[in-house]
């Protein structure tokens, strides 16, 4: 069974950084597409970034471009994201997937189909 633990997340100022990390287990999901997601408040769940199995490609929604890193470690089986000069707009849930099906693409977006989730992690940014 799939199980994936986000950790990382907390409170920081505008114009911080935080690091969230993203563990898989059950099995390795080398071959599988990876992605953030988050939920503000009142809002609905939307994607933040993706990165496909090998990691040579990447897709980030425009609101992060330039400032959100999404890498992974398959060694680890584990996905990243790097966030740096964080906005109060970035306060949220943020989630990680997994996609359903081995060796999709991310770019563009649509390919892949995430079916399993993490819990969530909070995000707060104060400005």
């Known amino acids: 069974q799939v199980q994936l633990v986000e950790s990382g997340g907390g409170s920081v100022e505008a114009g911080g950084s935080l690091r969230l990390s993203c563990a898989a287990s059950?099995?390795?999901?080398?071959?599988?597409?990876r992605a953030w997601f988050r939920q503000a408040p009142g809002k609905e769940r939307e994607f933040v970034a993706a990165?496909?199995?090998?990691?040579?490609?990447?897709y980030y929604i425009d609101s992060v471009k330039g400032r959100f890193t999404i890498s992974r470690d398959n060694a680890k089986n584990t996905v990243y994201l790097q966030m740096n000069s964080l906005k109060a707009d970035d306060t949220a849930v943020y989630y990680c997937?997994?996609?359903?099906?081995?060796?999709?693409?991310?770019?563009?977006?649509?390919?892949?189909?995430?079916?399993?989730w993490g819990q969530g992690i909070q995000v707060t940014v104060s400005s």
């Open positions: 990165i496909n199995w090998s990691g040579r490609s990447t």
């Open positions: 997937a997994i996609d359903g099906r081995p060796y999709r693409e991310v770019d563009p977006p649509g390919l892949a189909d995430y079916g399993s």
């Open positions: 059950g099995r390795s999901f080398s071959i599988y597409a």
